[in-house]
């Protein structure tokens, strides 16, 4: 598959992890994502001032993050005016708790561990749709920059991103292609096993790689939940409740004429 990627994805605030602009991609009718409106990330709990002052140069309107309360409480977001339009919309998919389990244990191999974070993935498509359904009105109601955010920035996100670009019109191919731009940023690697020994929690190279990147097969096992359930990401919004109008509105605001 050749990338059609923009090669400056990622944004380089200091601190920040797996930063990047999801706008830009080429749609199925010739258009293109708007650039500077759409962001995905993980955590902002460390970033410093200096990424602080780059964060507020964005001009973000909302944030939705979809972290758990127990997440937010342990790597709370700076305490700065950037982030007061912070929405807290928590996702906490109930396989996850197995699966933190089990990555701490020999009892899996890696082929377990995988097909756990598939099940966490077309779980958070198959029943997180309220949570979702406030995400897209986030978008909807904001005329500022938008950010979507978990932990990682890979899972919760990686879904809520491909269902906005599909949405928007872009192709299934480059949708998959950003989703799997998280296996870029190398910061995650440093940075959670950084944190597991924080929690004095030992982890292997393999465990590490299934906790701190992402696999095609995770957002594919999504969709066709999606098509399964939904009946398509048609089905989806409709189940959200996006009107005709609301849809076409964001398409206006959100894609460039080519």
């Known amino acids: ?121 077309k779980e958070i498509a198959r029943d997180h749709l309220d949570a979702y359904r406030r995400v897209l009105r986030c978008l909807i109601e904001t005329e500022q920059g938008f950010l979507i955010h978990c932990m990682a920035g890979k899972d919760r996100t990686g879904f809520g991103v491909a269902m906005i670009q599909l949405m928007l019109g872009v192709s299934k191919e480059l949708v998959m292609e950003d989703y799997l731009l998280t296996n870029q940023a190398t910061e995650l690697i440093t940075r959670t096993r950084a944190r597991m020994a924080e929690q004095f929690q030992e982890i292997d190279d393999a465990t590490l790689e299934i906790i701190a990147r992402v696999k095609g097969v995770y957002l594919e096992a999504a969709l066709l939940e999606v098509d399964t359930v939904y009946g398509g990401i048609r089905g989806y919004l409709e189940e959200i409740g996006l009107t005709a109008s609301e849809h076409d509105a964001l398409i206006a605001r959100c894609v460039n004429a080519a």
């Open 1 to 121: 598959m050749t990338s059609q990627l923009p090669t400056d994805r990622f944004i380089p605030i200091q601190g920040s992890l797996n930063f990047r602009d999801f706008g830009g991609y080429p749609t199925t009718d010739g258009g293109f994502l708007v650039k500077g409106k759409l962001f995905r990330c993980g955590m902002l709990t460390d970033i410093n001032e200096t990424g602080l002052e780059q964060f507020s140069g964005l001009g973000i309107g909302v944030i939705c993050d979809l972290r758990r309360e127990d997440e937010v409480a342990l790597y709370p977001s700076p305490p700065h005016p950037a982030f007061d339009c912070i929405q807290n919309i928590p996702i906490a998919p109930g396989t996850s708790s197995d699966l933190r389990d089990s990555m701490m244990t020999k009892d899996h191999s890696s082929e377990d561990q995988i097909a756990f974070m598939t099940e966490i993935t």
